[in-house]
């Protein structure tokens, strides 16, 4: 039994969405990795795929017609320092 976890690293928010309508739950998405890697160390967690989304341009605060919108891989510490 083929035990490896495969990475990657999608460009495209396109890409990442093939990606998981082919691997549904197959696939663990991470950001930075914090809240699975113990998971995997403790051996709780064996994803077949992980993909990070960092590339995906979702680290975002903007301003829209007074709604303030923030993207799902914003990080907190932006957000703290963010102006808006």
């Given at each position: 039994?083929?035990?490896?976890?495969?990475?990657?690293?999608?460009?495209?928010?396109?890409?990442?969405?093939?990606?998981?309508?082919?691997?549904?739950?197959?696939?663990?998405?991470?950001?930075?990795?914090?809240?699975?890697?113990?998971?995997?160390?403790?051996?709780?967690?064996?994803?077949?795929?992980?993909?990070?989304?960092?590339?995906?341009?979702?680290?975002?605060?903007?301003?829209?017609?007074?709604?303030?919108?923030?993207?799902?891989?914003?990080?907190?510490?932006?957000?703290?320092?963010?102006e808006?």
């Open positions: 039994m083929d035990m490896s976890t495969q990475y990657v690293a999608p460009e495209s928010v396109n890409d990442a969405v093939q990606l998981l309508a082919k691997h549904g739950t197959k696939v663990v998405i991470v950001a930075g990795g914090t809240d699975i890697v113990p998971k995997i160390n403790y051996y709780e967690l064996a994803p077949e795929i992980i993909m990070y989304i960092g590339r995906l341009g979702l680290d975002y605060i903007r301003e829209c017609n007074g709604t303030l919108i923030i993207g799902a891989g914003t990080s907190v510490a932006k957000i703290a320092t963010s808006l």
